[in-house]
């Protein structure tokens, strides 16, 4: 690391159907790659690293939309010292593709680590998911058997070597217009595919092929390994990161704009549930660009130079 380098904190979104996930790889398009290629063709970090300095700080799989997520990047001193961060931002988000959002960057501390967030907020549209039925007010109880601290395996891929013990500091109804469309989760941080598999057991709880109790049992006794399954990624945001120091802008509940799934009869046959499917898939990405313009509000000039 050079003595004429400085660290950024940039904060992004994207629509995750776009990309094989979030993490950079060989041969597909990734949100990391997109932006290492930005980077270097504005000549802002060298072609030649073998390691890439650009990190984020959420891992997301393919299919899943991002409101706001960040990472660092090391780039010349001598560059951010001639640059608004306004100009800097536009720079960056003109060469990146359109399901992808810079949205804004400040100058750090050299050891900031974007993975070391307060906490992270996520939402799952769960009246995507095939055959999904409100099920009233029981949900909240469902939703609190969630929260706390506690050996999350059993709704998770765990990765070798991974800790699962993890803290949910909330998890309630994601209400739009008055109507329950999905779950809001907080956590400190989450394990792979823990949100998903949460949505899933909530599924199940729904159909009633699964209990309450057998959600309380795969809490309380980790090492009784339980399958509840994955829900799918199209109907999960990242909906914010948050750090001691940079906290998760509000959104506009005029930016929400759900509508609601056929009710289930004899005409609303498969097909028309298909179809409300793809619109509701489209009324997701209109959510997050609304989300974006107002996020990436920048002030007309400003710099954080030392």
């Given at each position: 690391m050079s003595d004429a380098e400085t660290r950024l904190h940039?904060?992004?979104?994207?629509?995750?159907?776009?990309?094989?996930?979030?993490?950079?790889?060989?041969?597909?398009?990734?949100?990391?790659?997109?932006?290492?290629?930005?980077?270097?063709?504005l000549g802002w970090i060298s072609k030649e690293e073998e390691e890439h300095n650009l990190v984020l700080s959420s891992r997301t799989d393919a299919g899943v939309h991002v409101r706001l997520n960040g990472g660092t990047v090391?780039?010349?001193?001598?560059?951010?010292?001639?640059?608004?961060?306004?100009?800097?931002?536009?720079?960056?988000?003109?060469?990146?593709?359109?399901?992808i959002s810079f949205l804004d960057v400040r100058e750090v501390e050299m050891d900031w680590n974007p993975r070391m967030a307060l906490h992270r907020i996520y939402r799952y549209r769960l009246e995507g998911i095939e055959f999904w039925n409100d099920p009233g007010e029981v949900f909240v109880e469902w939703l609190?058997?969630?929260?706390?601290?506690?050996?999350?395996?059993?709704?998770?891929?765990?990765?070798?070597?991974?800790?699962?013990?993890?803290?949910?500091?909330?998890?309630?109804?994601?209400?739009?217009?008055g109507r329950t469309v999905g779950f809001e989760i907080i956590?400190?941080?989450?394990?792979?595919?823990?949100?998903?598999?949460?949505?899933?057991?909530l599924h199940l709880l729904a159909l009633g092929e699964i209990t309450s109790e057998d959600v309380k049992r795969a809490i309380d006794e980790p090492d009784r390994e339980v399958d509840f399954g994955v829900?799918?990624?199209?109907?999960?945001?990242?909906?914010?990161?948050?750090?001691?120091d940079s906290p998760i802008p509000e959104s506009s509940?005029?930016?929400?704009?759900?509508?609601p799934a056929p009710i289930?009869?004899?005409?609303?046959?498969?097909?028309?549930?298909?179809?409300?499917?793809?619109?509701?898939?489209?009324?997701?990405?209109?959510?997050?660009?609304?989300e974006w313009m107002q996020l990436g509000l920048l002030p007309v000039a400003y710099h954080n130079s030392r």
């Open positions: 940039f904060r992004i979104g994207y629509l995750g159907d776009a990309f094989h996930g979030s993490q950079i790889q060989p041969d597909v398009r990734t949100v990391q790659g997109e932006l290492i290629l930005a980077f270097q063709k090391r780039v010349a001193r001598s560059l951010w010292d001639s640059i608004t961060p306004r100009k800097f931002v536009r720079a960056v988000d003109d060469l990146l593709p359109d399901e609190k058997l969630f929260e706390g601290t506690y050996d999350a395996r059993n709704f998770a891929r765990l990765e070798p070597g991974k800790n699962p013990i993890r803290t949910i500091l909330s998890c309630t109804p994601w209400v739009v217009d956590g400190e941080a989450f394990l792979w595919n823990q949100v998903r598999r949460t949505a899933m057991a829900a799918p990624p199209d109907w999960l945001i990242l909906w914010g990161v948050e750090w001691e509940e005029l930016n929400c704009r759900f509508s289930p009869s004899r005409e609303a046959e498969r097909t028309m549930r298909k179809r409300w499917r793809q619109a509701a898939r489209m009324e997701m990405k209109t959510l997050l660009y609304l």
